[in-house]
Nanobody
């Protein structure tokens, strides 16, 4: 059974930083692409970033490019998302998902809330 558990969210001021983690189990983490998506209040899921097996060629949404960094530690079966220069519009529930960018993310965790507010 695929299990994904996100952590690291919280309340931060604009311009601040957070590091999200996603602990994965129930599948061979190292051979899968992994993705972060987010959902703001009243909106649908928005793709944020993906990373391929081996960590090569990460991809980012234009809205976060240059501010967020996706990474992975295959020895720890953990996915990360470093959030820098946070803006109020980054406020959302952040989910990690198994697989690459797609239209749906059925294998995703319960999420971790990020709130950016002064």
């Amino acid at each position: 059974e695929v299990q994904l558990v996100e952590s690291g969210g919280g309340l931060v001021r604009p311009g601040g930083s957070l590091r999200l983690s996603c602990a994965a189990s129930g599948f061979t983490f190292s051979i899968w692409s992994m993705t972060w998506v987010r959902q703001a209040p009243g909106k649908g899921l928005e793709w944020v970033a993906s990373i391929w097996r081996g960590g090569d060629n990460p991809a980012y949404a234009d809205s976060v490019k240059g501010r967020f960094v996706i990474s992975r530690d295959d020895n720890k079966n953990t996915l990360y998302l470093q959030l820098n220069s946070l803006k109020t519009e980054d406020t959302a529930m952040y989910f990690c998902a198994k697989g690459g960018r797609t239209n749906e993310y059925p294998d995703r965790g319960q999420g971790t809330q990020v709130t950016v507010s002064s």
